[in-house]
C-alpha cells in the first residue's frame, strides 16, 4: 500500500509539493526541506536521515528516471504514530525489476582502483528505510517508505 496518499487531505501533512526533475531544484529542495522538518520537530539525527535518503531517491529519478529534466516529481510527507511517511511520484521511466529486491552492497573489487562508480545508494536507502514500496501505474512511479522518528 502507498501512503501517504498523494490525494488526501492529510492532517499530519508536513510537505505536498512538487518540483521540476532536474539536479539544482532537487538541491534547493533538499535544503528547504531540512528547516521545513526542524520547525516540525524532527531531530537533527532523523533530519540528516532523511536528507541523504530523499538525495539518493530524488537524484535517481533525474539521473535515471527523467534523465531529460523536463518532468515533475512530486514528493509527500506526513508524520503518524511516530513514523514519518514519504512518497515520491514521478511519471519517468519505471525502475528496473528486481531492484528494489536487492540491498547488497556492488561488488567491491580488490583494489581502490577498482570499487565501482555506483550501487551504494539503493544499499543505503534499504538499510535506513522501512515499509519501501514501489508502484507503476498509469505510467507513474510511486515509491513510498517509512522511518521511525523516534
Not at 6 to 15: E, R, W, Y
Not at 42 to 55: E, M, N, Q, S
Not at 138 to 150: I, K, Q, V, Y
Request: glycine share 12%; proline share 6%; hydrophobic share 40%.
Amino acid at each position: 500500500m502507498i501512503y501517504p496518499d498523494p490525494q488526501a487531505d492529510d492532517p499530519g501533512g508536513i510537505v505536498h509539493t512538487s518540483f521540476p526533475a532536474c539536479p539544482d531544484e532537487i538541491s534547493e529542495q533538499l535544503s528547504t526541506l531540512h528547516g521545513v522538518f526542524a520547525t516540525h520537530g524532527l531531530d537533527d539525527g532523523l533530519r540528516d536521515t532523511v536528507r541523504l535518503v530523499l538525495a539518493e531517491i530524488l537524484n535517481n529519478i533525474a539521473e535515471h528516471a527523467v534523465p531529460e529534466h523536463d518532468g515533475e516529481i512530486l514528493l509527500v510527507v506526513s508524520s503518524d504514530r511516530g513514523r514519518l511517511h514519504i512518497l515520491t511520484e514521478d511519471g519517468g521511466r519505471a525502475l528496473p525489476t528486481g531492484l528494489l529486491g536487492a540491498a547488497n552492497l556492488p561488488d567491491m573489487g580488490q583494489t581502490v582502483d577498482d570499487l565501482p562508480e555506483g550501487g551504494f545508494g539503493w544499499f543505503i536507502i534499504h538499510t535506513l528505510v522501512d515499509d519501501m514500496v514501489y508502484e507503476r501505474d498509469g505510467g507513474m512511479n510511486r515509491l513510498s517508505f517509512s522511518l521511525a522518528t523516534a
